[in-house]
């Protein structure tokens, strides 16, 4: 597996994981702005809160397709030995993004949790993302 990585990034592993992690903390801080749209808790004049609602959805299944490339990348290539924060950060991410599917799917009574499963996702996003990508970005300067 760690071979497959090397060669599909061309020995770019760390570099090309920290941009897909960048890029889904942007679309996470994206997401963030179509769920208040969407719920009515920010208005703006050229986004109304059905198109914001299927907007959220559509770039989500995007983010979870690209979380689900790095994690494997991460898996894959680092293994479990880097531990730490990270880590720790992640499984939570993986489990509130679970809970989040299932609260979308299933509706009703767990769809009413999705308006504090939606930010508790976006921080885990973002920890993981500082624990990592940030790290890497900070000592490259």
């Not at 299927?54 to 293994?79: E, F, K, N, Q």
């Not at 991410?93 to 679970?98: F, V, W």
């Not at 996003?125 to 490259?140: E, H, K, R, T, Y």
């Amino acid at each position: 597996m760690e071979q497959l990585i090397e060669d599909l990034t061309r020995g770019n592993v760390a570099e090309v994981k920290v941009v897909l992690a960048t890029v889904i903390l942007g679309l996470a801080v994206y997401q963030l702005v179509l769920a208040a749209v969407a719920y009515r808790w920010l208005k703006l004049p050229f986004l109304a809160s059905p198109t914001a609602s299927w907007t959220h959805r559509a770039s989500g299944d995007a983010i979870l397709v690209l979380t689900a490339v790095v994690a494997t990348m991460c898996l894959g290539y680092y293994g479990l030995d880097e531990g730490g924060l990270h880590a720790v950060a992640a499984c939570a991410l993986l489990a509130l993004l679970a809970m989040k599917v299932l609260a979308v799917r299933l509706g009703g009574r767990p769809g009413r949790l999705l308006p504090i499963i939606g930010p508790a996702v976006f921080v885990a996003f973002a920890i993981v993302w500082l624990s990592s990508a940030g790290d890497f970005l900070g000592s490259a300067g």
